[in-house]
Protein backbone atom coordinates (compact mmCIF):
# COMPACT_ATOMS: atom_id res chain seq x y z
CA UNK A 1 0.00 0.00 0.00
CA UNK A 2 1.05 3.44 -0.65
CA UNK A 3 0.89 6.52 1.16
CA UNK A 4 -2.20 8.30 2.09
CA UNK A 5 -2.48 11.92 3.29
CA UNK A 6 -5.27 12.55 5.99
CA UNK A 7 -6.38 15.69 7.78
CA UNK A 8 -7.28 15.92 11.12
CA UNK A 9 -10.77 17.61 11.14
CA UNK A 10 -10.69 19.31 14.56
CA UNK A 11 -12.67 22.54 12.93
CA UNK A 12 -14.98 20.83 10.21
CA UNK A 13 -15.85 24.07 8.98
CA UNK A 14 -11.66 25.20 8.47
CA UNK A 15 -11.00 22.50 5.99
CA UNK A 16 -12.74 24.03 3.07
CA UNK A 17 -10.48 25.66 0.50
CA UNK A 18 -7.34 24.56 2.44
CA UNK A 19 -4.65 21.99 1.98
CA UNK A 20 -3.51 20.75 -1.75
CA UNK A 21 -6.69 19.47 -3.86
CA UNK A 22 -6.35 16.95 -6.56
CA UNK A 23 -2.96 17.46 -8.72
CA UNK A 24 -3.73 19.10 -11.78
CA UNK A 25 -1.22 19.37 -15.04
CA UNK A 26 0.35 19.71 -17.05
CA UNK A 27 -2.43 21.34 -19.20
CA UNK A 28 -4.98 22.85 -16.94
CA UNK A 29 -7.19 25.56 -16.08
CA UNK A 30 -5.74 27.97 -12.80
CA UNK A 31 -8.53 30.00 -11.50
CA UNK A 32 -7.27 33.06 -9.26
CA UNK A 33 -10.07 33.51 -6.93
CA UNK A 34 -10.64 35.64 -3.43
CA UNK A 35 -12.33 33.07 -0.43
CA UNK A 36 -12.15 32.89 3.16
CA UNK A 37 -10.33 30.14 4.55
CA UNK A 38 -9.17 29.19 7.89
CA UNK A 39 -6.03 27.21 8.43
CA UNK A 40 -5.57 28.10 11.58
CA UNK A 41 -8.72 28.31 13.15
CA UNK A 42 -8.67 31.91 12.00
CA UNK A 43 -10.70 33.17 9.14
CA UNK A 44 -9.47 35.60 6.57
CA UNK A 45 -10.42 36.21 3.01
CA UNK A 46 -6.87 35.01 1.23
CA UNK A 47 -6.17 34.24 -2.86
CA UNK A 48 -6.55 30.76 -3.95
CA UNK A 49 -5.86 28.74 -6.98
CA UNK A 50 -7.46 25.97 -8.29
CA UNK A 51 -8.29 24.20 -11.83
CA UNK A 52 -12.13 25.64 -10.87
CA UNK A 53 -13.11 28.71 -8.88
CA UNK A 54 -14.72 26.19 -6.20
CA UNK A 55 -11.90 24.09 -6.17
CA UNK A 56 -9.40 26.70 -5.56
CA UNK A 57 -7.82 26.41 -2.11
CA UNK A 58 -4.15 27.31 -0.11
CA UNK A 59 -1.83 26.06 -1.11
CA UNK A 60 -2.67 25.62 -4.63
CA UNK A 61 -3.40 22.52 -6.11
CA UNK A 62 0.45 20.37 -6.87
CA UNK A 63 0.73 20.98 -10.72
CA UNK A 64 2.71 18.05 -12.32
CA UNK A 65 3.87 16.77 -15.26
CA UNK A 66 7.01 14.73 -16.31
CA UNK A 67 10.31 15.54 -17.78
CA UNK A 68 10.22 16.67 -21.40
CA UNK A 69 6.38 18.12 -21.00
CA UNK A 70 5.17 20.91 -22.42
CA UNK A 71 2.69 22.97 -20.05
CA UNK A 72 -0.05 25.11 -20.63
CA UNK A 73 -1.83 26.89 -17.75
CA UNK A 74 -4.67 29.14 -18.51
CA UNK A 75 -4.48 31.39 -15.50
CA UNK A 76 -7.87 33.10 -15.07
CA UNK A 77 -7.88 36.44 -12.87
CA UNK A 78 -11.15 36.21 -10.63
CA UNK A 79 -9.95 38.39 -7.86
CA UNK A 80 -12.36 40.94 -6.41
CA UNK A 81 -11.17 41.93 -2.68
CA UNK A 82 -9.90 45.43 -3.18
CA UNK A 83 -7.81 45.09 0.13
CA UNK A 84 -5.68 43.04 -1.68
CA UNK A 85 -4.14 42.81 -5.48
CA UNK A 86 -6.66 42.16 -8.25
CA UNK A 87 -4.45 41.99 -11.02
CA UNK A 88 -1.75 38.86 -10.78
CA UNK A 89 1.05 37.43 -12.37
CA UNK A 90 2.49 33.59 -11.76
CA UNK A 91 6.23 33.07 -11.60
CA UNK A 92 6.99 28.96 -12.04
CA UNK A 93 9.81 28.86 -9.85
CA UNK A 94 13.40 27.07 -10.73
CA UNK A 95 11.95 26.37 -14.54
CA UNK A 96 14.54 27.66 -16.78
CA UNK A 97 12.17 29.04 -19.02
CA UNK A 98 14.59 28.69 -22.61
CA UNK A 99 13.36 31.00 -25.14
CA UNK A 100 9.69 31.28 -23.18
CA UNK A 101 11.05 34.33 -21.10
CA UNK A 102 7.64 35.91 -21.68
CA UNK A 103 6.07 33.18 -19.93
CA UNK A 104 8.62 33.48 -16.32
CA UNK A 105 6.16 35.54 -14.66
CA UNK A 106 7.48 38.79 -12.71
CA UNK A 107 5.88 41.77 -12.55
CA UNK A 108 6.92 44.83 -15.00
CA UNK A 109 9.90 42.44 -15.58
CA UNK A 110 8.77 39.84 -18.36
CA UNK A 111 4.88 41.06 -18.12
CA UNK A 112 2.50 42.98 -17.58
CA UNK A 113 0.16 42.16 -14.63
CA UNK A 114 -3.20 39.65 -16.12
CA UNK A 115 -6.33 41.93 -15.34
CA UNK A 116 -9.30 41.19 -13.44
CA UNK A 117 -11.80 39.35 -15.64
CA UNK A 118 -9.12 38.47 -17.84
CA UNK A 119 -6.70 35.25 -18.81
CA UNK A 120 -3.77 34.68 -20.02
CA UNK A 121 -2.15 31.12 -20.63
CA UNK A 122 1.13 30.04 -20.21
CA UNK A 123 2.95 27.75 -22.52
CA UNK A 124 6.63 26.52 -21.77
CA UNK A 125 8.14 23.30 -22.05
CA UNK A 126 10.70 21.25 -19.45
CA UNK A 127 13.05 19.73 -21.71
CA UNK A 128 16.04 18.97 -19.31
CA UNK A 129 14.47 19.47 -16.00
CA UNK A 130 13.03 17.35 -13.29
CA UNK A 131 12.63 17.78 -9.61
CA UNK A 132 10.70 20.26 -7.28
CA UNK A 133 9.36 23.53 -8.06
CA UNK A 134 6.69 25.42 -6.97
CA UNK A 135 4.96 28.17 -8.40
CA UNK A 136 3.68 31.59 -6.81
CA UNK A 137 2.30 35.36 -7.30
CA UNK A 138 5.18 37.08 -8.61
CA UNK A 139 3.15 40.54 -8.12
CA UNK A 140 4.07 43.00 -5.10
CA UNK A 141 3.00 40.91 -2.00
CA UNK A 142 -0.06 39.22 -3.23
CA UNK A 143 1.98 35.61 -2.67
CA UNK A 144 1.86 36.25 1.07
CA UNK A 145 -1.93 36.73 1.02
CA UNK A 146 -2.24 32.67 -0.53
CA UNK A 147 -1.52 32.62 -4.23
CA UNK A 148 1.56 29.62 -3.70
CA UNK A 149 1.74 25.90 -4.56
CA UNK A 150 3.72 22.89 -5.16
CA UNK A 151 4.82 22.44 -9.28
CA UNK A 152 6.17 18.69 -9.51
CA UNK A 153 8.28 17.49 -12.61
CA UNK A 154 8.82 13.76 -12.47
CA UNK A 155 11.43 11.93 -14.33
CA UNK A 156 10.59 8.28 -15.38
CA UNK A 157 14.30 7.89 -15.65
CA UNK A 158 15.38 9.03 -11.76
CA UNK A 159 19.01 7.83 -10.99
CA UNK A 160 17.55 7.81 -6.89
CA UNK A 161 14.64 5.86 -8.09
CA UNK A 162 16.28 2.56 -6.57
CA UNK A 163 16.42 4.52 -3.29
CA UNK A 164 12.63 5.02 -2.89
CA UNK A 165 9.45 3.17 -2.88
CA UNK A 166 6.89 6.11 -2.82
CA UNK A 167 6.78 9.07 -4.56
CA UNK A 168 3.18 10.87 -5.21
CA UNK A 169 1.21 13.52 -4.57
CA UNK A 170 0.65 12.47 -0.91
CA UNK A 171 4.87 13.07 0.00
CA UNK A 172 5.05 16.87 -1.15
CA UNK A 173 5.07 18.78 2.28
CA UNK A 174 4.51 22.72 1.99
CA UNK A 175 5.79 24.69 4.89
CA UNK A 176 4.14 28.52 4.68
CA UNK A 177 4.09 31.53 6.83
CA UNK A 178 0.39 32.58 7.71
CA UNK A 179 -1.03 36.67 8.60
CA UNK A 180 -4.32 37.16 9.67
CA UNK A 181 -4.41 40.58 7.84
CA UNK A 182 -4.01 41.41 3.88
CA UNK A 183 -0.55 41.33 2.85
CA UNK A 184 -0.49 45.20 2.46
CA UNK A 185 -1.88 45.61 6.00
CA UNK A 186 1.30 43.85 7.26
CA UNK A 187 3.60 45.61 10.15
CA UNK A 188 7.03 45.69 8.66
CA UNK A 189 9.23 43.86 9.84
CA UNK A 190 6.63 41.25 9.10
CA UNK A 191 6.25 38.20 11.76
CA UNK A 192 3.69 35.75 10.90
CA UNK A 193 0.89 34.58 13.13
CA UNK A 194 1.35 31.30 12.50
CA UNK A 195 3.32 28.38 11.13
CA UNK A 196 1.51 25.85 8.35
CA UNK A 197 2.21 22.44 7.03
CA UNK A 198 0.72 21.28 4.16
CA UNK A 199 -1.66 24.48 4.60
CA UNK A 200 -2.93 23.71 8.49
CA UNK A 201 -0.91 24.69 12.04
CA UNK A 202 -1.81 25.73 15.25
CA UNK A 203 -2.63 29.28 16.44
CA UNK A 204 -1.09 31.05 19.47
CA UNK A 205 -3.91 29.92 21.48
CA UNK A 206 -2.81 25.82 20.62
CA UNK A 207 -5.98 25.30 18.46
CA UNK A 208 -6.26 24.93 14.70
CA UNK A 209 -6.24 21.69 12.93
CA UNK A 210 -2.85 19.63 11.88
CA UNK A 211 -1.65 17.75 9.14
CA UNK A 212 -1.58 14.48 9.12
CA UNK A 213 0.65 12.18 7.15
CA UNK A 214 0.18 8.06 6.91
CA UNK A 215 3.12 5.99 6.55
CA UNK A 216 2.84 2.26 6.23
CA UNK A 217 5.86 0.75 8.26
CA UNK A 218 9.00 -0.71 5.75
CA UNK A 219 8.01 1.56 3.19
CA UNK A 220 11.06 4.58 2.01
CA UNK A 221 9.25 7.52 1.15
CA UNK A 222 10.93 9.96 -1.23
CA UNK A 223 9.40 13.44 0.90
CA UNK A 224 9.16 16.95 -1.44
CA UNK A 225 9.62 19.57 1.16
CA UNK A 226 8.98 22.79 -0.61
CA UNK A 227 9.19 26.28 1.29
CA UNK A 228 6.32 28.12 -0.01
CA UNK A 229 7.48 31.27 2.70
CA UNK A 230 7.07 34.68 2.44
CA UNK A 231 9.84 35.18 4.79
CA UNK A 232 11.21 33.24 7.60
CA UNK A 233 13.48 30.32 7.36
CA UNK A 234 12.51 27.39 9.14
CA UNK A 235 13.88 24.11 10.61
CA UNK A 236 12.44 20.95 9.86
CA UNK A 237 12.35 17.74 12.17
CA UNK A 238 10.70 14.80 12.21
CA UNK A 239 11.25 13.23 15.41
CA UNK A 240 12.62 9.85 15.80
CA UNK A 241 13.60 9.76 11.78
CA UNK A 242 16.90 10.89 9.84
CA UNK A 243 16.18 12.15 6.54
CA UNK A 244 18.07 11.40 3.16
CA UNK A 245 18.56 14.02 1.27
CA UNK A 246 19.13 13.30 -2.67
CA UNK A 247 17.93 16.87 -4.36
CA UNK A 248 18.21 20.45 -3.96
CA UNK A 249 16.13 22.78 -5.55
CA UNK A 250 15.51 20.71 -8.73
CA UNK A 251 18.86 19.47 -8.67
CA UNK A 252 20.02 16.08 -8.30
CA UNK A 253 22.61 15.53 -4.91
CA UNK A 254 24.98 12.75 -3.33
CA UNK A 255 22.49 11.09 -1.00
CA UNK A 256 23.55 12.99 2.48
CA UNK A 257 22.15 11.85 5.99
CA UNK A 258 20.83 14.30 8.03
CA UNK A 259 18.52 14.96 11.06
CA UNK A 260 17.21 18.70 10.72
CA UNK A 261 16.97 20.91 8.13
CA UNK A 262 17.27 24.74 7.92
CA UNK A 263 15.25 25.93 4.61
CA UNK A 264 15.28 29.49 3.67
CA UNK A 265 12.43 30.94 1.55
CA UNK A 266 11.92 29.46 -1.93
CA UNK A 267 14.07 26.63 -1.33
CA UNK A 268 13.19 22.78 -1.50
CA UNK A 269 14.56 19.76 -0.67
CA UNK A 270 13.81 15.86 -1.22
CA UNK A 271 14.55 13.23 1.13
CA UNK A 272 13.97 9.71 1.57
CA UNK A 273 12.66 8.79 5.38
CA UNK A 274 12.99 4.99 5.62
CA UNK A 275 9.70 4.26 8.13
CA UNK A 276 11.44 1.80 10.00
CA UNK A 277 10.47 3.16 13.76
CA UNK A 278 7.82 1.65 15.95
CA UNK A 279 4.57 1.62 14.50
CA UNK A 280 3.06 5.05 16.35
CA UNK A 281 2.90 8.69 15.91
CA UNK A 282 5.55 10.92 15.62
CA UNK A 283 6.04 15.12 15.99
CA UNK A 284 7.07 17.00 12.81
CA UNK A 285 8.12 20.02 13.21
CA UNK A 286 8.73 23.46 11.31
CA UNK A 287 10.06 25.79 13.04
CA UNK A 288 10.15 29.73 12.01
CA UNK A 289 13.69 30.81 13.11
CA UNK A 290 12.84 34.56 13.73
CA UNK A 291 12.98 35.54 17.31
CA UNK A 292 9.08 34.74 18.65
CA UNK A 293 8.19 32.83 15.72
CA UNK A 294 5.69 30.69 15.78
CA UNK A 295 6.04 26.63 15.25
CA UNK A 296 4.42 24.75 13.29
CA UNK A 297 3.17 21.53 13.75
CA UNK A 298 2.53 18.04 11.81
CA UNK A 299 1.62 14.39 12.74
CA UNK A 300 3.55 11.42 11.17
CA UNK A 301 1.38 8.48 11.96
CA UNK A 302 2.01 5.17 10.80
CA UNK A 303 -0.58 2.61 9.91
CA UNK A 304 -2.18 1.05 12.53
CA UNK A 305 -1.51 3.93 14.57
CA UNK A 306 -3.94 4.97 17.35
CA UNK A 307 -5.43 8.85 16.26
CA UNK A 308 -4.20 10.92 18.54
CA UNK A 309 -1.53 13.28 19.29
CA UNK A 310 2.54 12.47 19.64
CA UNK A 311 4.07 12.56 22.79
CA UNK A 312 7.63 12.38 21.07
CA UNK A 313 10.46 14.69 21.98
CA UNK A 314 12.70 16.51 19.39
CA UNK A 315 15.90 14.23 18.80
CA UNK A 316 17.57 16.49 16.05
CA UNK A 317 20.70 17.92 16.33
CA UNK A 318 23.67 15.17 15.44
CA UNK A 319 23.24 15.80 11.44
CA UNK A 320 22.33 19.22 10.72
CA UNK A 321 22.31 20.20 6.95
CA UNK A 322 24.97 22.16 5.88
CA UNK A 323 24.95 23.23 2.87
CA UNK A 324 27.85 23.00 2.00
CA UNK A 325 28.10 19.12 2.09
CA UNK A 326 25.84 18.53 -0.88
CA UNK A 327 27.26 18.05 -3.78
CA UNK A 328 25.94 17.61 -7.85
CA UNK A 329 25.31 14.31 -8.61
CA UNK A 330 26.57 14.52 -12.64
CA UNK A 331 28.60 17.34 -13.51
CA UNK A 332 29.84 18.22 -10.56
CA UNK A 333 32.68 21.21 -11.35
CA UNK A 334 31.68 24.48 -11.05
CA UNK A 335 32.10 26.50 -14.33
CA UNK A 336 35.23 28.90 -15.28
CA UNK A 337 38.56 27.58 -14.12
CA UNK A 338 38.78 26.07 -10.58
CA UNK A 339 41.27 29.77 -9.34
CA UNK A 340 39.83 32.71 -7.49
CA UNK A 341 37.91 34.69 -9.92
CA UNK A 342 38.63 32.42 -13.13
CA UNK A 343 35.74 33.67 -14.84
CA UNK A 344 35.04 35.77 -17.73
CA UNK A 345 32.76 37.95 -16.46
CA UNK A 346 32.84 38.68 -12.15
CA UNK A 347 30.70 40.83 -10.40
CA UNK A 348 30.58 41.80 -6.88
CA UNK A 349 27.28 43.32 -5.78
CA UNK A 350 27.19 45.57 -2.54
CA UNK A 351 23.61 45.40 -0.28
CA UNK A 352 22.29 48.15 2.01
CA UNK A 353 19.27 49.35 3.70
CA UNK A 354 18.25 52.83 4.25
CA UNK A 355 15.07 54.90 4.97
CA UNK A 356 13.20 51.52 4.52
CA UNK A 357 14.49 50.67 1.23
CA UNK A 358 17.17 47.61 0.08
CA UNK A 359 19.63 48.87 -2.15
CA UNK A 360 21.77 46.46 -4.55
CA UNK A 361 24.89 48.89 -5.30
CA UNK A 362 22.97 51.76 -4.66
CA UNK A 363 19.80 51.66 -6.30
CA UNK A 364 16.74 50.97 -4.80
CA UNK A 365 14.60 48.45 -7.38
CA UNK A 366 11.15 49.62 -8.38
CA UNK A 367 9.33 48.73 -11.30
CA UNK A 368 9.54 50.56 -14.80
CA UNK A 369 6.28 51.14 -16.18
CA UNK A 370 6.84 48.88 -19.28
CA UNK A 371 8.70 45.21 -18.83
CA UNK A 372 12.04 44.81 -19.16
CA UNK A 373 11.45 42.37 -21.88
CA UNK A 374 9.10 44.85 -23.84
CA UNK A 375 11.76 47.46 -23.55
CA UNK A 376 14.34 44.84 -24.88
CA UNK A 377 11.92 43.64 -28.00
CA UNK A 378 11.37 47.72 -28.83
CA UNK A 379 15.12 48.25 -29.36
CA UNK A 380 17.23 48.86 -26.26
CA UNK A 381 20.45 47.54 -26.94
CA UNK A 382 22.58 48.24 -23.76
CA UNK A 383 21.77 48.20 -20.07
CA UNK A 384 21.92 52.01 -20.09
CA UNK A 385 19.17 52.63 -22.21
CA UNK A 386 16.20 49.87 -19.90
CA UNK A 387 14.36 51.47 -17.16
CA UNK A 388 14.97 51.09 -13.84
CA UNK A 389 17.81 52.99 -14.78
CA UNK A 390 20.74 51.02 -12.98
CA UNK A 391 18.88 48.34 -11.68
CA UNK A 392 20.05 46.34 -15.34
CA UNK A 393 22.88 44.75 -16.03
CA UNK A 394 24.05 43.51 -18.98
CA UNK A 395 25.59 40.06 -19.54
CA UNK A 396 27.31 38.36 -22.30
CA UNK A 397 26.33 35.35 -24.31
CA UNK A 398 27.42 32.04 -23.25
CA UNK A 399 30.15 33.30 -20.60
CA UNK A 400 31.09 31.80 -17.61
CA UNK A 401 29.93 34.47 -14.64
CA UNK A 402 30.78 34.90 -10.83
CA UNK A 403 28.41 36.91 -8.54
CA UNK A 404 29.70 37.83 -4.98
CA UNK A 405 26.84 38.28 -2.87
CA UNK A 406 28.06 39.38 0.70
CA UNK A 407 25.78 38.97 4.28
CA UNK A 408 25.42 41.49 6.57
CA UNK A 409 22.49 43.85 5.71
CA UNK A 410 19.37 44.30 7.92
CA UNK A 411 16.94 41.48 8.05
CA UNK A 412 19.60 38.67 7.03
CA UNK A 413 19.58 35.84 6.41
CA UNK A 414 18.94 36.70 2.68
CA UNK A 415 17.45 33.72 0.38
CA UNK A 416 18.46 35.23 -3.41
CA UNK A 417 16.79 33.90 -6.51
CA UNK A 418 18.47 34.12 -9.58
CA UNK A 419 15.74 33.59 -12.47
CA UNK A 420 16.67 30.88 -15.49
CA UNK A 421 19.40 29.62 -14.11
CA UNK A 422 20.47 26.99 -11.55
CA UNK A 423 24.04 28.45 -10.20
CA UNK A 424 26.90 26.85 -8.37
CA UNK A 425 27.69 27.91 -4.95
CA UNK A 426 31.32 27.70 -4.67
CA UNK A 427 31.48 29.48 -1.15
CA UNK A 428 28.10 29.29 1.13
CA UNK A 429 27.23 31.34 4.12
CA UNK A 430 29.55 30.18 7.32
CA UNK A 431 32.44 29.17 4.89
CA UNK A 432 35.41 31.30 4.99
CA UNK A 433 37.49 32.26 1.32
CA UNK A 434 39.84 29.19 1.60
CA UNK A 435 36.91 26.39 1.50
CA UNK A 436 35.80 27.72 -2.07
CA UNK A 437 34.84 24.98 -3.65
CA UNK A 438 35.51 24.57 -7.84
CA UNK A 439 35.04 20.95 -7.71
CA UNK A 440 31.80 19.52 -6.63
CA UNK A 441 29.91 23.03 -5.02
CA UNK A 442 26.43 22.77 -4.77
CA UNK A 443 23.52 23.42 -7.73
CA UNK A 444 20.30 25.27 -6.88
CA UNK A 445 18.41 28.41 -7.31
CA UNK A 446 18.18 30.40 -3.91
CA UNK A 447 20.87 30.66 -1.53
CA UNK A 448 21.79 32.12 1.64
CA UNK A 449 23.95 34.92 1.78
CA UNK A 450 24.11 34.87 5.44
CA UNK A 451 25.45 37.49 7.81
CA UNK A 452 28.16 39.83 8.18
CA UNK A 453 31.48 38.73 7.01
CA UNK A 454 30.10 36.34 5.06
CA UNK A 455 30.88 36.59 0.87
CA UNK A 456 28.62 33.70 -0.64
CA UNK A 457 29.71 33.26 -4.15
CA UNK A 458 27.86 31.13 -6.87
CA UNK A 459 28.43 30.83 -10.64
CA UNK A 460 26.37 29.79 -13.92
CA UNK A 461 26.72 29.98 -17.70
CA UNK A 462 25.11 32.90 -19.51
CA UNK A 463 23.57 30.31 -22.01
CA UNK A 464 19.81 31.52 -21.86
CA UNK A 465 18.78 35.05 -22.97
CA UNK A 466 16.62 37.22 -21.72
CA UNK A 467 16.01 39.77 -18.67
CA UNK A 468 16.54 37.54 -15.60
CA UNK A 469 15.28 39.12 -12.00
CA UNK A 470 18.01 38.58 -9.19
CA UNK A 471 16.25 39.41 -6.34
CA UNK A 472 15.72 38.59 -2.04
CA UNK A 473 12.87 35.68 -1.98
CA UNK A 474 11.52 37.64 1.22
CA UNK A 475 8.80 38.82 -0.32
CA UNK A 476 8.96 42.12 1.73
CA UNK A 477 12.87 42.56 0.94
CA UNK A 478 12.09 42.54 -2.96
CA UNK A 479 9.00 44.71 -2.30
CA UNK A 480 11.04 47.51 -1.09
CA UNK A 481 13.80 47.15 -3.26
CA UNK A 482 16.19 44.12 -2.99
CA UNK A 483 16.46 43.07 -6.64
CA UNK A 484 18.35 43.64 -9.98
CA UNK A 485 18.03 42.48 -13.47
CA UNK A 486 20.15 40.88 -15.78
CA UNK A 487 19.84 41.18 -18.73
CA UNK A 488 21.55 38.37 -20.63
CA UNK A 489 22.70 38.67 -24.08
CA UNK A 490 20.82 41.48 -25.21
CA UNK A 491 21.32 41.13 -28.90
CA UNK A 492 19.97 37.72 -29.19
CA UNK A 493 16.60 38.31 -27.23
CA UNK A 494 14.17 39.03 -29.77
CA UNK A 495 15.29 35.98 -31.42
CA UNK A 496 15.12 33.49 -28.51
CA UNK A 497 11.73 34.70 -26.98
CA UNK A 498 8.60 35.66 -29.31
CA UNK A 499 6.19 36.59 -27.23
CA UNK A 500 2.15 35.30 -28.15
CA UNK A 501 -0.02 38.04 -29.18
CA UNK A 502 -2.27 37.72 -25.66
CA UNK A 503 1.11 38.13 -24.15
CA UNK A 504 1.24 41.50 -26.43
CA UNK A 505 -2.53 42.50 -24.87
CA UNK A 506 -1.28 42.06 -21.29
CA UNK A 507 0.03 46.21 -21.08
CA UNK A 508 -2.73 47.90 -23.30
CA UNK A 509 -4.97 46.50 -20.77
CA UNK A 510 -3.45 46.75 -17.94
CA UNK A 511 -2.45 50.61 -18.89
CA UNK A 512 -6.38 51.06 -19.38
CA UNK A 513 -7.68 49.14 -15.60
CA UNK A 514 -8.53 52.11 -12.88
CA UNK A 515 -5.89 52.13 -10.08
CA UNK A 516 -8.59 50.52 -8.12
CA UNK A 517 -8.55 47.49 -9.95
CA UNK A 518 -4.66 47.26 -9.64
Excluded at 385 to 403: A, R
Excluded at 484 to 509: Q, S, Y
Amino acid sequence: MTSKLQVAAIFATAYLAIGASASIGPNTDLYIVNDAISPDGFTREAVLAGATAKSATFPGPIIKGNKGDNFQINVHDQLTDESMNKTTTIHWHGLFQHKTNYADGPAFVTQCPIAPGNSFLYDFNVPDQAGTFWYHSHLALQYCDGLRGPFIVYDPNDPHKSLYDVDDDNTVITLADWYHVPAPQIPIPAQSVSTLINGLGPNANGTGELSVITVKHGLRYRFRLVSISCDPMFNFIIDGHNMTVIEADGQNTQPLLVDSIDIYAAQRYSFVLNADQPVGNYWIRANDTTPGGPLGMAILRYEGAPDKNPTTNKTAGAHQLLEQNLHPLTDPAAPGEPVVDGVDKAMNLQFSFNGGNFFVNNHSWTSPNVPVLLQILSGAQIAQDIMPQDSVYSLPSNKSIQLSLPGGVIGGGHPLHLHGHSFSVIRSAGQPESFTNFVNPVRRDTVNIGQAGDNVTIRFVTDNPGPWFLHCHIDFHLATGFAIVLAEDIPDTHTADKPTKAWDELCPIYSALPVSDH
